[in-house]
């Protein structure tokens, strides 16, 4: 009976300290790790039925963005832009004003040296209409204090493709999803 006990005692000691080492280790650099994150909800605008979510994520050498989407059109080519305005109010999404462009140069293609910070190409959807990828822009942070800074800005999918050299803003046709970039804390 005693034995047992003792037994007892000597696990739970244990478990104690394997559960204070845990703690101990993994806390602080969690805290450290934690990225700056934010989440555009998309959903359909100029009678479209886009929905889905994009994650974007800082990263060093600008941000990530994890693209989920369904509703469109099958295998087809969509442009998508960060536009000025946070603000997906309008119906045709209007109120989400032009394309951000901090550097006030031309619209362009993902791949150009020159172009609008937002610019980020083409999305193509899959066999379903869905669309699940990941691009990244350089040309802009979540970081507020910077002016290329995205936050409580807007994510626009265009109802036709991109074509980076038309000019003002690659001709891609109405505004068919929008969300705003939201911190998420
Ligand atoms: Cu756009
Ligand atoms: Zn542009």
Do not use: W
Not at 35 to 55: D, M, N
Not at 115 to 131: I, P, T, Y
Not at 140 to 154: I, K
Request: charged share 20%.
């Amino acid at each position: 009976m005693m034995k047992t006990l003792y037994s007892y005692l000597y696990i739970a000691l244990i478990l104690t300290f394997v559960a204070a080492c845990n703690t101990s280790s993994k806390a602080p650099s969690a805290a450290k790790e934690k990225a700056l994150t934010a989440t555009a909800t998309i959903s359909g605008k100029s009678g479209q039925h886009v929905q889905g979510t994009i994650v974007l994520i800082q990263v060093k050498d600008g941000v990530t963005l994890q693209i989920d989407l369904t509703g469109l059109e099958p295998n087809s080519l969509h442009g998508f832009h960060i536009h000025e305005i946070g603000d997906c109010t309008d119906d045709d999404a209007k109120s989400a004003g032009g394309h951000f462009n901090p550097g006030e140069v031309q619209h362009g293609g993902p791949e150009d040296q020159h172009r609008h910070a937002g610019d980020m190409g083409n999305l193509h959807s899959d066999a379903k209409g869905e669309v699940h990828t990941l691009v990244k822009n350089r040309m802009v942070t979540l970081d507020n204090q910077e002016s290329t800074s995205v936050v409580n800005r807007a994510i626009i999918i265009h109802e036709s493709k991109d074509q980076f050299d038309a000019q003002p803003a690659g001709n891609a046709g109405a505004r068919i999803g929008c969300g705003v970039i939201r911190v998420n804390y």
